[in-house]
């Protein structure tokens, strides 16, 4: 694992819509090991390998994360903002924020009052960022409509593999799918691979749609970030019996190809990767959504990585579990020597 790489990408703003900055670190990444590296018009980065032959498998992991955008600025030079994607306002008031413009990093911190704290359905616009402008005027001269914000913070390591930072949801994913694809490659992987870090997934899904369109998978792998029932307040009977530090999850989901689930089982077995099982119903709520409903239609698969407190500014994953989706989906590449049947009749 290039932890170096992960860290990295976890210190990267990459708000939905905004992920250039980070999008050409993956590009040049990718240009290490892939045999053909593809890109599009929205910034999604596809890493390739074998690309001459006709089975196609799609890796998607998205490398957007949610955050605010600059959307008015009052005449006493406070920014007004709106959500990018599903944050959760109350976080927000007292705390310090990058907003990242055309020229760099601005810091701010975020409004604070006791009306705002009394509020228990506080919205996204009701929030303001304080920059230090003296006025509208000084604002509008380094901040543009549109420009968004992240929380200013940080990713630090924890006790037992633990990791803490922003924006693990689903940055974790895009650099798992990226390694995955490395160590197939290492490993004479045979059949054409198309591992993606896809834009867009925590606002308009637009990455997922083009990467799919153009590649045209046989079958996709979507990773992505799941809900754990390990801390106080998690019911689980809603989010299935699932623990930072347990392994990959795999979910039994109507959308989920049972098939594809099978083979990655399996692969979990040769590599001896522990993995928990979690049930949903409905949408899986990640790229495998519209990846799924691409062309003709794509089966597909989830693998998820644990992660506690998802959408704060200090979300909570583990290294192992990060380790464990690597090693199982470069498993799983490698066993495949063609494209599986995957008909029921």
């Known amino acids: 694992m290039n932890r170096d790489l992960l860290f ?4 990267t703003p990459s708000v939905s819509g ?8 993956l590009y040049g990444y990718a240009g290490t090991f892939a045999h053909r590296v593809d890109t599009d018009e929205i910034g999604d980065v596809i890493a390739v390998l074998n690309p001459e032959n006709p089975c196609r498998v799609l890796l998607s992991g998205h490398m957007d994360e949610i955050g605010l955008l ?11 903002v709106n959500r990018a ?6 976080l927000y008031p007292g705390h310090k924020v990058r907003v990242m413009t055309r020229e760099g990093v601005l810091y701010g911190s975020v409004v604070h009052t006791r009306e705002l704290e009394k509020k228990a359905d506080l919205a996204a616009k009701e929030l303001t960022v304080d920059i230090g402008a003296l006025d509208k005027a000084d604002a509008l001269a380094h901040v543009a409509l549109g420009d968004t914000v992240v929380f200013d913070t940080d990713c630090r390591e924890l006790l037992n593999g633990r990791i803490s930072g922003r924006g693990m949801d689903n940055r974790t994913g895009a650099f798992i799918v990226l390694e995955a694809v490395k160590k197939a490659a290492a490993l004479g992987c045979k059949v054409g691979v198309y591992g993606a870090a896809t834009v867009g997934e925590e606002t308009t899904m637009n990455g997922a749609y083009f990467t799919a369109a153009r590649v045209k998978p046989a079958l996709a792998i979507a990773v992505d970030v799941t809900y754990t029932s390990d801390y106080p307040g998690m019911d689980m009977a ?9 392994g ?15 083979l990655l089982r399996q ?14 119903t409905g949408r899986t709520g990640t790229d495998g959504d519209v990846i799924h409903k691409t062309g003709e239609g794509v089966p597909f698969s989830l693998v998820s990585i644990p992660l506690r407190y998802m959408h704060t500014p200090a979300e909570v994953g583990c290294l192992s579990d990060i380790q464990g989706c690597i090693d199982l989906l470069a498993r799983f590449l490698c066993d495949l020597d063609g494209t599986p049947d995957l008909t029921w009749y």
């Open 8 to 11: 990295d990408m976890l210190s």
């Open 18 to 25: 905004r992920e250039v900055e980070l999008g050409k670190k």
């Open 70 to 80: 600059v959307t008015a600025v009052t005449e006493e030079g406070f920014l007004r």
């Open 85 to 90: 994607g599903g944050i959760f306002a109350p």
């Open 238 to 246: 809603a989010t299935g019996d699932v623990r930072v530090g347990g």
């Open 248 to 262: 990959p999850v795999l979910v039994n989901n109507p959308s989920c190809h049972r098939k594809l689930q099978e």
């Open 267 to 280: 692969a979990a077995e040769e590599e001896d990767i522990p993995v928990q099982m979690e049930a949903a």
